[in-house]
């Protein structure tokens, strides 16, 4: 059985960083596509960045909101992966996800196959 477990939520204030992790069990993440997606109240789910094993483009969101300040890596000897998030702002806040795909690598969060369920963040003074 396939588990991601995401952590390092908490609340932070404006211009700080936090450091999500994501701890996956039942599968390699060597053999898989891992990225992280967001979802603030009353929000679609949003993708963050996906990084690839290098059959399919790794993808990276191009939202002013997003770009510039949001960071992913995978370390396959520990099998987790981590969103590095810098300057952070009070429209980032709401639920943070990790997600991974055998095929896919991209924006759409049902092309993905597996999810956590998610680490609460939230930016306020």
């Known amino acids: 059985q396939v588990q991601l477990v995401e952590s390092g939520g908490s609340s932070v204030q404006p211009g700080g960083s936090l450091r999500l992790s994501c701890e996956v069990s039942?599968?390699?993440?060597?053999?898989?596509?891992i990225g992280w997606f967001r979802q603030a109240p009353g929000s679609e789910r949003e993708g963050i960045a996906c990084?690839?094993?290098?059959?399919?483009?790794?993808?990276?969101s191009d939202s002013r909101f997003i770009k510039g300040r949001f960071t992913i890596s995978r370390d396959n000897a520990r099998n987790t992966m981590s969103l590095q998030m810098s300057d952070v702002v009070p429209d980032d806040t709401g639920v943070y996800y990790c997600?991974?795909?055998?095929?896919?690598?991209?924006?759409?969060?049902?092309?993905?196959?597996?999810w956590g369920q998610g680490t609460q963040v939230t930016v306020s003074t």
């Open positions: 997600t991974a795909s055998r095929l896919y690598c991209g924006r759409l969060h049902r092309r993905y196959d597996y």
């Open positions: 039942g599968i390699n993440l060597e053999e898989v596509n």
């Open positions: 990084t690839s094993l290098g059959e399919v483009p790794s993808w990276h």
